[in-house]
T-cell receptor
Framework: DGGITQSPKYLFRKEGQNVTLSCEQN?????MYWYRQDPGQGLRLIYY???????QKGDIAEGYSVSREKKESFPLTVTSAQKNPTAFYLC?????????FGQGTRLTVV | QKEVEQNSGPLSVPEGAIASLNCTYS??????FFWYRQYSGKSPELIMF????GDKEDGRFTAQLNKASQYVSLLIRDSQPSDSATYLC????????????FGAGTRLAVHP
């Protein structure tokens, strides 16, 4: 089954901790993205990558980091520098016919 | 001015009616346009994409694009309660599809 897998579905972070959200795709897409969605709001781009070993900052990259060591994988680390990390995080991959999303990770700071 | 704008709604329509969702964008050079449906608590699901001026139909859905006026719309015919969701418009800026920009979405409520 082709698709995008995000894990975990729910994640709780203590103040000052770094956490890493996993995103894996087997669609053979070159481009991958991370978006953040806050309640009642649209999607804001954190980082995106068009090719292995290359990625660019999106509109809200501060406090986040990514890596793209393999075509299939694009993990996102939420660092302690991100002051308001509670949100719904969505990973996507794309071709020219639109982006396809994983099920999302809901991150909560406790 | 936001790059992609949508009316937040809610847009309330009776079951069986046509729901019309609109989206405007600011970058005149944008080439590709997408509509997503997002149920509460779920991830967005791609419904349709359109590249050329005019209409594109897929089942009960029709996407309409007018590049001169910089708007794209989505019509849902014979609306069903299961269509109740937030509809997100996304635009690919000039230069490729690798950085989709999303509107904030329009919430649609279809009532029996």
């Amino acid at each position: 089954d082709g698709g995008i897998t995000q894990s975990p579905k729910y994640l709780f972070r203590k103040e000052g901790q770094n956490v890493t959200l996993s995103c894996e795709q087997n669609l053979n897409h070159d481009a991958m993205y991370w978006y953040r969605q806050d309640p009642g709001q649209g999607l804001r781009l954190i980082y995106y990558s068009q090719i292995v070993n290359d990625f660019q900052k999106g509109d809200i990259a501060e406090g986040y980091s990514v890596s793209r060591e393999k075509k299939e994988s694009f993990p996102l680390t939420v660092t302690s520098a991100q002051k308001n990390p509670t949100a719904f995080y969505l990973c996507a991959s794309s071709t020219g016919q639109g982006a396809f999303f994983g099920q999302g990770t809901r991150l909560t700071v406790v | 001015q936001k790059e992609v704008e949508q009316n937040s709604g809610p847009l309330s329509v009776p079951e069986g009616a046509i729901a019309s969702l609109n989206c405007t964008y600011s970058d005149r050079g944008s080439q590709s346009f997408f509509w997503y449906r997002q149920y509460s608590g779920k991830s967005p699901e791609l419904i349709m994409f359109i590249y050329s001026n005019g209409d594109k139909e897929d089942g009960r859905f029709t996407a309409q694009l007018n590049k001169a006026s910089q708007y794209v719309s989505l019509l849902i015919r014979d609306s069903q309660p299961s269509d109740s969701a937030t509809y997100l418009c996304a635009v690919a800026p000039p230069g490729g599809y690798n950085k989709l920009i999303f509107g904030a979405g329009t919430r649609l409520a279809v009532h029996p």
